[in-house]
């Protein structure tokens, strides 16, 4: 009975199951966008298929955010149109856009935290029942399980959304779109915030929403992904289209204008964005530098997070720290620095020190940087300088530590810009107006000033271009040669690997196991750790 | 450095001319030099006479005070509402404690110093109650200071049986209100020498302290950021709470300061009327001037030019005749205004 009512006053939806007969063809026809100064897009034209997974790729700046813009209707174009399925369109707004059936979900996740998973997915578009008066939540509930199977998750639509991870909060913003019936989903990023398992999961939706006949176009710095899932792959530099590569019936990616030269790689891929050879992006490693520990965990865990962690990093040694998201490897660096309640000790240079505050462990010379640049690792609204002076900043006082010394600030500023060429040309403009990499650049920068003795450093190149990466692997090893002790956390696999001297592996708040140097360069490594932060067990016997 | 406010320039990150730009960093002084010229229009030298001046700024001081604290407050993303209490409650303490040592027969200047010294301790001590509630006790600080709203003029009213304080000294006290400094070769119109009134000297040498720690010191770069992002600055290694306690410690001060100027103008406390709804006026000065509320942003600077426009409102208001009930409903006006020309570009 309440399925005939929802019929009545529902708007009619297009009928489900053919996905086919509704492919949809998206074009940007001789795209330009201006902004005061810049062309952020030069005469760019693209058109995005249904059943076809497009990945767009190129440096921070070469103009795929803006690109994304245009098509999800943020922003109009100031010359040129798009045309869905044939007929030009204007979107003045991303409601437009979403009616059209293009949907973009976001990097920032948008979600109501104290709404149910239900309630978000169908947030404006609630099945109504007493002409319209009432919400008909059991239509409501049952057209959410209908969205999320359809995406292969079992995730309860009764859940708050507030309590869900980053992961699964992504999942119900996909079934969001799909709620909207999105012909052309576009998708920002979104393996940036992911483990590697999350990731994984993500790419084979990505591959599902295609074969429904959807048009998934698909943005992530992150070329081995690319490459694993992308149907056709338009690389961006400069606002320019450059290269376009399509995969052939054989499943290899060749260029698809002039020549087809060789079948297309991530080194491929990598030289096309920064039109210039790249020479192996992680550096050469260093080795420690005397016996005795600068940094001792004993038992150590960020209490409910993590617990029984024993670790202990040499001068001149980078450690890295692998595990899925949510294994507890976050938390327990914030609960070495005082961010959290801790069990067990830390030991630096021999002495045992218990930090209540970040500032406490920046006095011992123990410095973290956040994962999170943008809601904790910086102040986005506040300036480069105010940023990159604010834990030193009672080293930048004159008057007896009250009044700042502005002079001293912007010299130490100018002086890691130099350092780390960071491109910046207006110290005292917001940092928000900074690329991701010069952000991170900063991030790490402001804590190199405490000089510290041990770094622990939270996914190093997240949403960083492979040019600003190649730099901050370089910093990372320049910094463990001159003897810091450092602490990797990445979820990026090929860079943890690259990087440490040793990984050691968590899961579910434990360390798994741990790879030493010589176990690093085998072909099988990156499965080995997979195995040991997934808790599959056979790998026990390298606990050392 | 070459930037001309202290920590705008971080908000307008694009080059080029905008009007939309230009008014959310310039709006309150275009207001100001707007409202201004009217006044100077529709009341010719009436207006524009030094005397008119003097009494503005003398009228607005105390208000002036508490809005330069809240200042403060907001910048590091809390508020504020108990300042109307505080004053009261400050200011009743002092006069009674004067009062006392005048009964008790101590020389007059003793019983004002002491009397005028715990004015200001007591507005600081009910400041850091506030601040101890919502650092320590963790309660949001509308709620907090919600219940300061009610309970510290309750204190003041229990304290007088509701009734009026008087000032026993004979005329020492009032000096501070009233007195002032000698301005040479003006002259007020009944003949008498003109005086910058210590009250405006107090409130401006305020807003210039405040002004200067805001943009120039230590603290007033900690209290931007606690206010901008607090995990942020909790991440950098910031002190997050004594920076927070600190700005209701120092807005407690200056309601204190404010009480001590109010009673010594009138040379009594009126238990029942003093700092009543002040702090929809100071919020409002807050506002106008161009501080965001969200924290994380703000100028004194601006608060004291908002301070200045909404006396200058009720000025107009009184001479052109309207009525004093209307006079609410142009200033409510005036601020939902003030708040989206200042949204501007921000969105």
Known sequence: MQATQNAFFEAPRAPEGKPAARRA???????????????????????????????????????KSTLMKVLSGSIRPTHGSLTLDGSTVAFAKPADAIRAGVSMVHQE????????????????????????????????????????????????????????????AQFVEIAKCLASDARVLIFDEPTAVLGERETSRLLSLLRRLRDEGRAVVFISHHLDEVVAVADRITVLRDGKMVHEFVRDGTGVLREAVGAPGDSADESVLARAM????????????????????????????????????????????????????????????????????????????????????????????????SEDRKGRGLHVTLSSVINMTLPTLDAHTRAGGIALDRRAERAVTERWIQAFSIRCARPELA????????????????????????????????????????????????????????????SELPEIIGLAHRVVVMHAGAVAGELPRERLAGADCEERIVRLASGLSEEKEHRS | MTTAGPIAPTRNAHAGFSISRFLERWGVVVAFVLLF??????????????????????????????????????????????????????????TTAMNRLIELEQPEL?????????????????????????????IAPFIATLGGLAAFRSMALALADAGEIRSQSSSLFSTIGRGGIPLFGLENNAGRPLTLSY??????????????????????????????????????????????????LIMGALAGIAGLVNSSRMNSVSTAQLGLGSELDAIAAVVIGGTSLRGGFGRVWGTVV??????????????????????????????????????????
Request: net charge positive; aromatic share 6%; glycine share 12%.
């Open chain 2, 199 to 248: 009250s405006t000297v107090i409130f401006f040498t305020v807003a210039v302290v405040a002004q200067w720690f805001l943009s120039r010191s230590r603290f007033g770069r900690h209290l931007v950021a606690v206010g901008a992002n607090e995990t942020a600055a909790r991440y950098a290694g910031l002190a997050v709470g004594w920076v927070r306690f600190r700005a209701y």
């Open chain 1, 25 to 63: 063809s998206l074009n940007a026809v001789r795209v330009t966008v201006e902004y005061p100064g810049v062309r952020a897009l030069d005469d760019v034209s693209i058109s995005f298929r249904g059943g076809e997974i497009h990945a767009i790729i190129g440096e921070n700046g070469a103009g």
């Open chain 1, 109 to 168: 996740l948008n979600l109501v935290p104290t709404l149910d998973v239900a309630e978000n997915m169908l947030l404006g578009r609630e099945p109504r029942k007493l002409f319209g008066f009432s919400i008909d939540r059991s239509a409501q509930h049952r057209r959410a399980i209908e969205l999320l199977s359809l995406l292969g998750t079992d995730l309860d639509p009764g859940r708050m959304c507030g309590g869900l991870s980053i992961a699964e």
């Open chain 2, 110 to 138: 003793v019983a004002v110093l002491v009397g005028g010294a715990l004015t200001i301790a007591a507005g600081a001590a009910a400041g850091a109650v506030n601040g101890g509630l919502v650092v320590f006790g963790r």
């Open chain 2, 37 to 94: 010229s009217v006044s100077a229009f529709k009341q010719g030298g009436d207006f524009l006479n030094v005397e008119n001046f003097r009494n503005l700024l003398n009228s607005n001081a105390a208000v002036g005070i508490l809005a330069v604290g809240m200042t403060l407050v907001i910048i590091s993303a809390g508020i504020d509402l108990s300042v109307g209490s505080m004053v009261v409650l400050a200011a009743a303490l002092g």
């Open chain 1, 431 to 490: 940092i928000s107006s900074l690329s991701g990499g010069n952000q991170q650049k900063f991030a790490l920068a402001r804590w190199l000033e405490t000089k510290p003795r041990v770094l622990l450093i939270d996914e190093p190149t997240r949403g960083v271009d492979v040019g600003a990466k190649a730099e901050i692997y370089r910093i990372i090893a320049d910094l463990a040669r001159a003897g810091l002790a450092c602490i990797v956390i990445s």
């Open chain 2, 306 to 347: 908002g301070v200045l426009i909404l006396g200058m409102i009720t000025n107009i208001l009184t001479i052109s005749g309207v009525s004093p009930y209307w006079q609410g409903a142009v200033k409510g006006a005036v601020i939902v205004l003030a708040v989206l020309v200042q949204r501007g570009s921000r969105e």
């Open chain 1, 274 to 369: 920064v039109g210039r050879e790249l020479g192996s992006i992680y550096p050469p490693k260093g080795s420690a530098m005397r016996e005795a520990a600068a940094i001792e965990l004993r038992n150590f865990g960020a209490v409910g997070r993590s617990h029984g962690i024993s670790l202990s990093v040499r001068p001149g040694e980078i450690v890295g720290l692998a595990g899925l998201v949510g294994s507890g490897r976050t938390e327990t660096a914030e609960a070495i620095v005082g961010l959290r309640r801790a069990t067990g000790s830390v030991w630096i240079d021999g002495v045992q020190q218990t930090f209540a505050h970040p500032r406490a462990a920046m006095r011992q010379g123990v410095a973290y940087v």
